[in-house]
């Protein structure tokens, strides 16, 4: 609606009331449409990512300096509340409220937030204190990586060893936790060198190593403390050189259908999800009793939990390496597209993720969930590289 500068007071007043009344309209009927679709499970749709930015933007919160978004996810409703939402009939339906779990990052304090998308409001403003931080958000990770190759100790480093600053890749790792009272986010980051190479990892820059501040996005510490030769760049290139097998189907069709979410398979009948955090989550798993004539749940949620890489290695430049991968950097953060004929077959039906970003905003992550029906037993794996400067590397 456009409304005319020339108008009068009154007439302004009055436009501006149909218009509010309007909005007001569309946004009842757009609750009643959703509570209509929606499993109680869904993930946030784009639009309540972005609705969740803007209210928490519109709270006291909003006008505190450097805010940034490490997790939007729905805060899950209670289970019992969804058994009955699926015990109930199709026309009796009442979807349980929507509501938002999110974690900011503000005056380096940690606030894990539950935003009401009905009513507009934050519910509950939790300010965390203890051991741990918030996932790391991309922009972090990649404004670290880049502060050495401007930090002038690392440069006389690097000229020190007679490599080319050029074909430096570095790489923010997370620090682990030892026991120690930890009071600042940091980031450790380690350097490799191309040179010759697509396989970034292959070649470590031995004995140096850096501490950069994630709040203040600066180096507070800096050791070079020995050189050591580089690995060759022979023999590391990870990528096959045969063209990719097709992936193919072992039925004519799609032996499937999903319904948003739901997915209906045989005599299966459960929820699929993308998650920032976890990556796929399937819910509410049924299976059809032959025997008693009704569908048995078997899984209410179930996702990986964590995966914990423990290098165990002892010394001063490996010790701190034990991610985890799902908690600090998120297997759904860390997902790929998928190819069709590639990674999933012709009949593969595809699932969009959506994950929010610093700024809170909803980002798309297209084709990162593909479902088809397949005999088990062959391995799909395929590497994703995106440290190489101006390229993405795939295998």
Not at 244 to 250: C, E, K, L, Q, V
Not at 320 to 330: A, C, N, P, Q
């Amino acid at each position: 609606m456009v409304l005319n500068s020339e108008l009068s007071g009154a007439s302004f007043v009055k436009a501006a009331s149909m218009t509010m009344n309007l909005l007001l309209l569309v946004f009842i009927l757009q609750c009643c449409l959703v509570a209509s679709l929606y499993h109680p499970l869904d993930p946030l749709n784009p639009n309540e990512i972005d609705r969740t930015r803007l209210i928490i933007q519109n709270s006291s919160l909003g006008n505190l300096p450097n805010l940034t978004f490490h997790f939007v996810d729905l805060e899950e409703p209670e289970k019992g509340d969804v058994l009955k939402w699926l015990s109930s009939s199709e026309q009796n339906k009442s979807i349980p409220p929507r509501h938002a779990k999110v974690v900011i990052r503000v005056r380096r304090e940690t606030h894990e937030l539950i935003v009401d998308l009905a009513t507009g409001t934050i519910t509950s403003d939790r300010l965390y204190s203890g051991h741990g931080y918030p996932p790391l958000a991309f922009i972090e990770l990649f404004r670290a990586s880049k502060l050495p190759l401007r930090y002038p100790k690392f440069i006389e480093s690097i000229m020190k060893r007679g490599l080319n600053l050029s074909q430096v890749s570095c790489v923010p790792f997370t620090v682990g936790w030892y026991g120690q009272n930890v009071t600042k986010r940091a980031l450790r980051i380690t350097c490799f060198y191309r040179g010759g190479s697509v396989n970034v990892f292959a070649r470590p820059i031995e004995g140096v190593s850096m501490l950069v501040d994630v709040d203040s996005m600066q180096i507070t510490m800096y050791t070079d403390r020995f050189k050591a030769p580089l690995p060759k760049a022979e023999g590391t290139d990870f990528r096959s050189k045969k063209q990719p097998r097709s992936i193919a189907s072992n039925v004519s069709d799609s032996g499937f259908t999903v319904d948003g979410h739901r997915v209906r398979w045989a005599n299966w009948d459960f929820h699929v999800a993308f998650d920032a955090r976890a990556g796929i989550t399937i819910s509410t798993a049924s299976i059809f009793d032959a025997k008693v004539k009704k569908f048995r749940r078997v899984l209410y949620r179930g996702h990986v939990s964590e995966t914990f890489v423990p290098y165990m290695d002892p010394t001063s430049d490996w010790y701190f390496r034990t991610f985890m991968d799902i908690g600090e950097f998120g297997f759904g953060r860390s997902a790929d597209t998928l190819q069709p004929l590639v990674d999933c077959p012709a009949n593969a039906f595809y699932l969009d993720g959506y994950v929010t970003g610093a700024d809170g905003q909803a980002q798309k992550m297209p084709n990162v969930i593909c479902i088809f029906e397949r005999y088990s037993g062959d391995i799909a794996w395929r590497h994703t590289e995106i440290n190489v400067p101006g390229k993405v590397v795939s295998s």
